[in-house]
C-alpha cells in the first residue's frame, strides 16, 4: 500500500532529544518536496522542517530553527527530523507530508493547506518532566 509513515516520537524530558523518521512505502521521494509539520491541541497544523530531496535544500520555521535537523538518505525513501533541546512547545503531533508540485522547502513549509499529495498519520512527541 502506497503510503508514507512517521516513527520515532514519544516522551522525553525537557532538553531531551528524539529523532522523527518518515518513510515513504511503495514509491521514491526523490522528486518530492516533503515537510515536517506538527500540530497541538487548540492550535492550526503548521510547517516546520522542510526539504526538496533533489537537492536537499531546507527550510526552517523560527520556532525551531537552530534546534532541529532535517535530512534524507541514500535510500530515497526516508526523511529525518532530529530534534535537540526539547520544549514543553513542543509537544504536538508530528506528521510528513510529501508533494511532487510543491517546488520549494520553504513554499511547503508554509502552504500546509497546498499539501495534498502523502500525509502520514503523525506521531506524537510529549516533552514533559
Known amino acids: 500500500q502506497l503510503r508514507v509513515e512517521e516513527s520515532g516520537g514519544g516522551l522525553v524530558q525537557p532538553g531531551g532529544s528524539l529523532r522523527l523518521t518518515c518513510v515513504a512505502f511503495g514509491f521514491s521521494l526523490r522528486h518530492y518536496t516533503i515537510g515536517w509539520f506538527r500540530q497541538a491541541p487548540g492550535n492550526e497544523r503548521e510547517g516546520i522542517s522542510c526539504?526538496?530531496?533533489?537537492?536537499?535544500?531546507?527550510y526552517y520555521s523560527d520556532s525551531v530553527k537552530g534546534r532541529f535537523t532535517i535530512s534524507t538518505d541514500s535510500t530515497e525513501k526516508k526523511v529525518y527530523l532530529e530534534m535537540n533541546n526539547l520544549q514543553s512547545e513542543d509537544t504536538a503531533t508530528y506528521y510528513c507530508?510529501?508533494?511532487?508540485?510543491?517546488?520549494?522547502?520553504?513554499?511547503?513549509?508554509?502552504?500546509?493547506?497546498?499539501?495534498?499529495?502523502?500525509w502520514g498519520k503523525g506521531t506524537q512527541v510529549t516533552v514533559s518532566s
Open positions: 507530508a510529501a508533494d511532487l508540485d510543491i517546488d520549494t522547502a520553504q513554499d511547503i513549509c508554509r502552504e500546509t493547506q497546498a499539501v495534498d499529495d502523502w
Open positions: 526539504i526538496k530531496y533533489s537537492d536537499g535544500s531546507s
